[in-house]
């Protein structure tokens, strides 16, 4: 699980939006928070969210009073379309890095994180924030830095080759559910296709990467009876390399 810590001002709005901004919605509802969030910047949150498969912990003050299903909904009204899995605790007087590192203690299964705050007291986990300013918010540049946090340049090449390799997959699936299985003429173009594309994924040294589209070729041929389902004894897989 990718992981955002999101501080909210200063992040999704800054000095200029807060200024100008009416507040018609009666205080204290969650529509009148929801117009503290300026909707620019939280379409650069999804675009961040969406790029990285990431979710949300909020670390704002805007925590302060409220469920996390509050959270959600007032972000939602201001056009947020990412998951808030939880708070940071409220540990009175800690800098704000160590509310974030005891939540991460309580988390093992969170495999990156980065922090997106306007605020610096973030302690040891400094190396870990993209800090913004009240002057802009969150910016084009700083959701960049943000996703390298989150992922790193060879892990998205992986991605994306199993992306493509399962989105041909898919297509033959479907055009094989309409032959009723009955692969005839086109079975030596697919099976070339699968090999390519498996064999693109090795190269990029992806162990993780492979196992996911091996298990995609494997039910795609036990699907469609065409091989054995056991791909790991099977010759083809060392059959270039012997030659
Ligand atoms: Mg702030």
Known sequence: ???????????????????TTEYVAP???LEWWAEGLDPKKVH???GLIRSTDSVVVVSSTWRLGKTVEEMQAILEIGGFDGDIVGMTPIMSDAPRGIEIST???????????????????MAHLRHKLVQTSIDEGLTVEKVSEAQSHLCNG???VCEAIVAEA???LDTHFTELQMEGCNITSDEYDLWEEAHVASYRAVNMASFGAMEIFMQAVSEWAEMCDLFDPDWEDHDWWYADEEE
């Open 1 to 19: 699980m990718k992981v955002i810590f999101l501080d909210i001002d200063g992040v999704l709005n800054d000095e200029e939006f807060n200024e």
């Open 27 to 29: 205080y204290p509802s």
């Open 44 to 46: 650069l949150l999804n």
């Open 103 to 121: 939540w991460l203690d309580h988390h093992p299964e969170v495999s990156k994180f980065v922090i997106l705050d306007d605020d610096p007291d």
């Open 154 to 156: 060879w892990e998205n």
């Open 166 to 168: 399962a989105k041909g």
